[in-house]
């Protein structure tokens, strides 16, 4: 029912080009001093025009002067910005507000420059003469949004412009997918209008995250594709390392270090190339990240150098277009939010290409704790898009995924295309990507028992709601309910009860959750199916449910003790 769906598997730039209303800017004028946005001023903010003044450029190549905000405005150097804690009512109301609509501290935004100076992150190694190559390649970067703040969204667009060489930019596509806040109409156009290299496009209708990609995608001519989330920051040089590792091998897919813009109070952290993390995913199918593994480590002389990642988080990264159009681009059945950025993990590796992380590049991101628009009702959108990633990638292992579903599929529409796609591009095995890409990935086919931990004697399940690997999490007795999730564990061969990185640990007092770390001792469990019992390594007690039937226990093994008693799903010992 939709324009995008069209697109998908391959480009068509010529495609219904004319249905979208595509704003070609022209300069008209603008007086860019649109630099300090104070609190509650902005929400009605309109962007100062005067109709005959034109812009100042950068050697006619389109790119206007930054404006530079004081030293001392708020949010410099990225530095934090702190609220009072004597509020007026009006102002508590505001921030409130900001938080309810964005899920991060709007009003902090609104009171730092659009043009913020952020620290320069970079390595020495980084720019070292003759680091990149001469002619690199231009791109068009392509910003999605949803109902994405005012304040926060300009900054994402002017981190570009501000901090890129003009001729790496072809164009900035802004795809609004179909918001419903005032300052995304009319106000943006106003606003662009003065920046002839940026574009916006107006999907017909929601379309999701993944489709909205599309559809800009559809309309890049560069030939490099550059994706951003709508709440981000790019810093000094951020561009040069990307676009080197594409224009020395077109399959190479590069993402930037994630540099985490604090939702409170838009602190700008960034990580140094000693810190830089590789992505993975657990058996969930949810993106997470880890330290660069020892092997990758021993590749490179200098932390600065690009690093080879399992996967990436989703929301950063530029690829050679028509190697984006090669790998099939994105799923077009992905809904709203999720799963596309490790189907396009996957399908580089397993098809021709490599996915690293450039430690030479920074962007920062605003993280949030929760999603602050509308999903889709009735539908489970995250699991449709899994599934449907897991039938098409996945191949035996797959099953590990239903696994923590409970069985579950739900409908996730045709996915033939898709497997013809991946047939067609002869792609490697996932066997292939787990032993040569992922060696690290605890595979819960090498377990002793995999599933629910059952309760005799009260028809209790071993319960966490913890997900990745907190540092400490609790684990309770909640009725067994057949469904994975919470209630899905491994036995490792190693005696390990553990859920992806998460392994059950017991240090004298409770029965927690902690980051497996492989060496036994509190982490050691072993299971006597004839007993049923789980006798824990370090301590010889036994795991059992409390006589209130409310907690999970260590006590002195009995074997007449019901309340000790396990039945572990899918124990097979040999
Ligand atoms: C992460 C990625 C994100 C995406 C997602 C999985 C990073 C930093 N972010 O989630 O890019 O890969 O994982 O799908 O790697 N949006 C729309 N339409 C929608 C929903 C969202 O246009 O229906 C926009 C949204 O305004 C934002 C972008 O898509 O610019 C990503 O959404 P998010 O910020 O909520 O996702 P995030 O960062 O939690
Ligand atoms: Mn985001």
């Given at each position: 029912?939709?324009a995008?769906d069209?697109?998908?598997g391959?480009f068509a730039?010529?495609?219904?080009?004319g249905d979208?209303?595509?704003q070609n800017?022209?300069?008209v004028a603008a007086?860019?001093?649109?630099h300090?946005?104070r609190g509650?001023?902005?929400?009605g903010?309109?962007p100062?025009r005067?109709a005959?003044?034109?812009?100042?450029?950068?050697?006619?190549?389109?790119?206007?002067v930054?404006?530079?905000?004081p030293?001392?405005?708020p949010?410099?150097?990225?530095?934090?910005?702190?609220?009072?804690?004597?509020?007026?009512?009006?102002?508590k109301?505001a921030v409130?507000d900001?938080?309810t609509?964005?899920?991060?501290?709007?009003?902090?935004s609104?009171m730092?420059s659009v043009h913020r100076?952020?620290?320069?992150p970079r390595?020495?190694?980084?720019?070292?003469?003759n680091?990149?190559?001469?002619n690199?390649p231009?791109?068009?970067?392509i910003i999605?949004?949803?109902n994405?703040?005012?304040?926060?969204?300009?900054?994402?667009?002017?981190?570009?412009l501000?901090r890129?060489?003009?001729?790496l930019i072809n164009?900035?596509?802004?795809?609004?997918?179909?918001?419903?806040?005032?300052?995304?109409?009319?106000?943006?156009?106003d606003?662009?209008?003065?920046?002839?290299k940026?574009?916006?496009?107006?999907?017909?209708s929601?379309e999701?995250?993944?489709r909205a990609r599309?559809?800009?995608a559809r309309h890049?001519?560069?030939?490099v594709?550059t994706?951003?989330?709508?709440h981000?920051?790019c810093?000094e040089?951020?561009?040069?390392p990307?676009l080197?590792?594409?224009a020395?091998n077109s399959t190479?897919v590069?993402?930037?270090?994630?540099d985490v813009?604090?939702?409170?109070?838009?602190?700008?952290?960034?990580r140094?190339?000693?810190g830089v993390?590789?992505?993975?995913?657990?058996?969930n199918?949810?993106f997470n990240?880890?330290?660069?593994?020892e092997?990758e480590r021993k590749r490179h002389?200098?932390s600065a150098?690009?690093?080879?990642?399992?996967t990436?988080?989703?929301?950063l990264f530029?690829i050679?277009?028509?190697f984006f159009e090669r790998?099939g681009?994105?799923?077009?059945?992905f809904?709203?939010w999720g799963g596309e950025?490790?189907?396009?993990?996957?399908k580089?590796w397993m098809?021709g290409?490599t996915?690293e992380?450039?430690?030479?590049?920074h962007?920062?991101?605003i993280?949030?704790?929760?999603?602050?628009?509308?999903?889709?009702?009735?539908v489970?959108?995250?699991?449709?898009n899994?599934?449907?990633?897991a039938?098409?990638?996945l191949d035996d292992y797959a099953k590990?995924?239903y696994q923590?579903i409970?069985?579950?599929?739900?409908d996730?529409?045709?996915v033939s295309?898709?497997?013809?796609?991946?047939?067609?591009?002869?792609c490697q095995?996932f066997?292939?990507?787990l032993?040569?890409?992922y060696p690290e990935?605890?595979?819960p086919?090498?377990?002793?028992?995999?599933?629910?931990i059952?309760n005799?004697?009260t028809d209790?399940c071993?319960?966490s709601?913890a997900?990745?690997?907190?540092v400490?999490s609790a684990v309770?007795?909640y009725p067994?309910h057949?469904?994975?999730?919470?209630?899905y564990?491994m036995l490792?061969?190693?005696?390990?009860?553990?859920?992806?990185e998460a392994?059950?640990d017991?240090?004298g007092n409770?029965?927690?959750?902690?980051?497996?770390h492989?060496?036994?001792?509190n982490?050691f469990?072993k299971?006597?199916?004839?007993?049923r019992?789980?006798r824990?390594g370090?301590s010889?007690?036994?795991?059992a449910i409390s006589?209130?039937?409310?907690?999970?226990v260590?006590e002195?093994c009995?074997?007449?003790?019901l309340?000790q008693?396990?039945?572990?799903?899918?124990y097979?010992?040999?």
């Open positions: 029912d939709d995008a069209a697109i998908v391959n730039p010529d495609l219904n080009v979208e209303s595509v800017n022209v300069v007086q860019p001093n649109e300090v946005y509650k001023l902005i929400a903010n309109k100062s005067s005959n003044k034109k812009v100042p450029e950068d050697d006619d190549k389109g790119v206007l930054p404006p530079s905000p030293k001392d405005a949010g410099e150097m990225g530095k934090p910005v702190v609220l009072p804690t004597n509020m007026t009512v009006e102002m109301k409130d900001g938080w609509n964005n899920a991060f501290n709007q009003y902090v609104d730092i100076t952020l620290p320069d390595d020495a190694w980084c720019k070292e003469p680091r990149y190559l001469e690199l231009a791109t068009d970067v999605c949004f949803h994405e703040a005012w304040s926060v969204l300009l900054r994402t667009v002017h981190s570009v501000d890129s060489p003009p001729h164009e900035i596509i802004l795809v609004d997918d179909f918001s419903d806040m005032p300052h995304t109409k009319q106000q943006l156009e606003y662009f209008s003065a920046y002839p940026v574009k916006i496009l107006r999907a017909p929601r999701g995250l993944i599309l559809l800009g890049a001519t560069a030939p594709i994706y951003l989330d709508s981000c920051e810093t040089g951020w561009l040069e990307l080197d590792r594409i020395r190479t590069v993402c930037p270090v994630i813009i604090d939702d409170t109070t838009l602190e700008f952290h960034y140094d190339s000693g993390n590789v992505g993975g995913f657990d058996w199918l949810q990240w880890h330290a660069v593994p092997r002389k200098n150098e690009p690093v080879y990642s399992p990436m988080a989703g929301g530029s050679d277009r028509k790998l681009t994105y799923d077009s059945g809904d709203i950025n490790l189907e396009l993990s996957f580089t098809c290409g996915l992380i450039i430690p030479c590049s962007v920062g991101h993280f949030r704790k929760r999603s602050p628009y509308k999903w889709r009702s009735g489970n959108v995250l699991k449709k899994s599934v449907r990633l039938e098409v990638w590990y995924y923590r409970g069985q579950d599929k739900g996730y529409g045709d295309g898709r497997k013809e796609l991946r047939r067609n591009l002869g095995s066997k292939w990507y032993d040569n890409v990935l605890f595979i086919g090498d377990s002793v028992a995999n599933g629910e059952a005799i004697y209790m071993l319960d709601a997900t990745g690997s907190e400490q309770e007795p067994c057949g469904q994975g999730g919470n209630q564990w490792s061969k190693g005696g390990e009860i553990r859920r992806d392994c059950l017991y240090a409770d029965v927690v959750l902690y980051p497996c492989g060496s036994k001792g982490q469990w299971y006597n199916q004839q007993k019992q789980i824990h370090s010889d007690k036994c795991l006589e209130k039937k409310d907690k999970v260590m002195e009995d074997s007449n003790q309340r008693q396990w039945k572990l799903e899918n097979d010992p040999s």
